[in-house]
């Protein structure tokens, strides 16, 4: 079966941009996390999503949202975009919070300059 | 939110070897899942190990877990050059882990050729 998908692997946005990230998961899968990975701080967790509710969210800025569709499919959304965005974003999917292993996407590559 | 403590930080070993990390955690857990990052790439889910099991296989994997010093390690048999990567626990809370995810530094295994 397909695995998580996430779109675009690479991204280059300018300071002050906006910037938009998508997720397919695993079909049936129903959770849907999100990550931020950085030299600096390591993976941080940003939010989960559980059948279009977000059940939780990791300590970021309010610039930092995320949305899922019945379909299960996620976005996640960075506004006003800075320099210390820039990092490996990772979606995860899994069958129900928790309680089963999560299978990650590649990631996408956000640049900020 | 739970955040598993992986040790060592760094482990260099010879092809063929085993390499053994550990994982710290400070509260009861509902499971304990681990996993493997390539370089710059997503992470892969290895293992899951529930809190009323002790040991368990998986290939060249074993993972136990001992819940009464809130431990756990992952043995890797045989080591291969394609190991080299790094190693994440996740300890997930007991209700579901609706908390997502939580990483430590993980540990960084250099499979020596």
């Known amino acids: 079966k397909a695995g998580v998908t996430q779109t675009p692997r690479y991204l280059i946005k300018t300071r002050g941009q906006q910037v938009t990230l998508s997720c397919s998961p695993i079909?049936?899968?129903?959770?849907v996390s999100w990550y931020q990975q950085t030299p600096g701080q390591g993976l941080q967790f940003l939010f989960e999503?559980?059948?279009?509710?977000?059940?939780n969210k990791g300590n970021f800025p309010g610039r930092f949202s995320g949305r899922q569709f019945s379909n299960s499919r996620s976005e996640m959304n960075v506004s006003t975009l800075e320099l210390g965005d820039s990092a490996l974003y990772l979606c995860?999917?899994?069958?129900?919070?928790?309680?089963?292993?999560?299978?990650f996407g590649s990631g996408t590559r956000l640049t900020v300059v | 939110s739970q955040q598993g403590e992986e040790d060592p930080q760094a482990l260099s070993i010879q092809e063929g070897e085993n390499a053994t990390m550990n994982c710290s955690y400070k509260?009861?857990?509902?499971?304990l899942q681990w996993y493997r990052q390539n370089s710059g790439r997503g992470l892969v889910h290895l293992i899951l190990?529930?809190?009323?099991?002790r040991e368990k296989h998986s290939g060249r994997l074993r993972v136990t877990l001992d819940t009464s010093k809130k431990s756990s390690s992952l043995l890797i048999t045989a080591s291969r050059a394609a190991d080299t990567a790094s190693y994440f626990c996740?300890?997930?809370?007991?209700?579901?882990?609706?908390?997502?995810?939580?990483f430590g530094k993980g540990t960084h295994l250099i499979i020596q050729p």
């Open positions: 995860a999917s899994s069958l129900l919070q928790g309680d089963y292993g999560y299978t």
């Open positions: 079909s049936g899968h129903r959770s």
């Open positions: 999503y559980f059948s279009e509710t977000q059940r």
């Open positions: 509260t009861s857990i509902n499971n």
């Open positions: 190990i529930r809190s009323n099991e």
């Open positions: 996740a300890p997930v809370l007991r209700g579901g882990g609706a908390d997502g995810l939580t």
